[in-house]
């Protein structure tokens, strides 16, 4: 148990007058107590009371220890698996983690109608929110291990290359490094770049294509995660253009990173340079997400996020502009936020690039 | 959308009393649909009510197109992601499928405190349960796949090879025969076996080892899953006694099945075998999962699952025997239900096997 920052969450708790909260992902549960457990369809929660009292509730399959500091309550795969959980949780409302399975949020309802369940995902992720100084060390690593990768996946970049090859590549490249695992890379060719989330598959390369690599792992339990977008053979005047306009908006929100500044101000920085250039329409999701043990965290870079900078937050600025039937551009880096403004934690160049 | 799949779907809800559903996974959108769409963190979910009158309901950046016989209704990055659902779904019973985020349940509740939660997912997994001709063929050409692979996985067993170089090994050849994207391969080496979830590490391959390979992926979108365990030099009394005991455990249960014996009956015939052979309480989980769009399937085969067998079921028949600090042993294959019988859909063999 990490007790310092058990007491951190329980002060959030009480800000938000919280008395029970049940921390349910897995990097939060890894986080408070170490454990590292990927529950799959299996139950597995951390009950977490305003004193700093905790209790892990899971499927004996993950084998872990009680302790007198972390009691461990298990079930096996026949029982009902939330029905201890049931039997402890406290009436009143009850925090509930953001990606719990809506199975067990219903399963401990009908035993306990005296319990009503709220969002209960933020004293955690608030803590998670600011990095501190192993994990920035551990994502300026990651990033680092992404510059080396990015450049490997641009130079494997010849004739009759398959998507899906590539990704392979960039997989291999990661694990030779030390990723913690493989993953799908998202490696796009030409029309398949107007898709921000198309996967590589066995489309072959063409001359004329721009080609968009966004790669990402988990290395030492801290992601990476970074976007290029380059040019094979050659560039017409199109996508010139809007490669340039994505970059701009991509360097403007980066160099108004500082303490202080909303993350709604960083999307509105690079949304109004792109709308300016007339493919506001194209740019159709948000700026970006932060990012730590999860690829993906709390909380993102949109024009909903009206959530200042804080030295420690490390996520991505990823302005893109979508074409349906023609190609995208996306040029994203990870960004940490310091004292007295920014890091930005990618050093592949992003100066346009054409290839072969 | 497929008219058939949802007119048994309807049928299916009336028979439960549920007059409306909320139908959030991937898989089973796709089945009723034929959208495949992978959410992450943002909010998909077909409303469908017991007419068969069905709305999608998603995140812009989905891009899906509405259509007369399914309309799509979107929402932006920055809006609420339940509002339009909130305003449309009716007072009462809701089914919820059981994947669904509780950020979104929570959310949904918040707006509307007349409408009760209730587990959802069952209207569309008892359909999914029994596959038709279609998908019954390509969970066969799955499996065949990965009769391929772990020939390949096992010959390329040698001194000084690493867990996770395999598991690599193995996501490289299941890609190389169609398969839809890589994922985390279980390669486990001595005592990592007794692990039932470790995953390949940098763990280095030594003389009389267990090596387990649980090695899984879908291809067309159907998944395929087998283990084998062998040994690696030479292999001692025990681990050819706890071996065997696994193997005939695996083979009994298989032999049984045909239509109307339950699931839990083929858990107690393997868990009979291994129990008096001495290591019940080190077969540590259920016998198996269904399978299908998904790797883990409701319903499970366990000492709980009351489920009559039927024509078109697949699952996994997968006993094993875990001994923390040694080894562990488990043999996987997958089964399908014939009319009158069953199907193993995995032939590598089974035989006790010493490599190197």
Redesign the interface.
Known sequence: MNQARIKRVTEQMRRQGLTQILVTSTASIYYLTGFWV?P??RMLALYLDEDGRAVLYGN????LPSTSELPVITHS???DPVGHLAAAVRPGALG????????F???L?SHRSDVT???G?DPVDLCRKCKDDMERAAMCHSSSINDQVMASAISALREGVRE?EL??LV??AF?ARGAD????QLVCFGPNGA???H?GDGTVLQPGDSVIFDIFTPIGRYWCDMTRTIFYRSAGEKQRQVYELVRRANEAAEKAVRPGILLSELDSIARKIITDGGYGPQF???LGHSCGMEC?EPP?V????HVPLESGMVFSIEPGIYLPGEFGVRIEDLILVTETGYEVLNHYPKDLQIIG
Chains 1, 2 share one sequence.
């Open positions: 990927e799959h369809e004996a399959i993950f084998g795969d026949g029982e509930i983690d953001k990606f719990w399975y809506s199975k949020l219903i399963g309802l369940p709220v969002h995902s899906n990704a392979s997989n291999r694990l695992c493989e993953g799908t898709d921000p989330h996967s159709t999701h948000r993906h993102d949109s024009d909903a996020s």
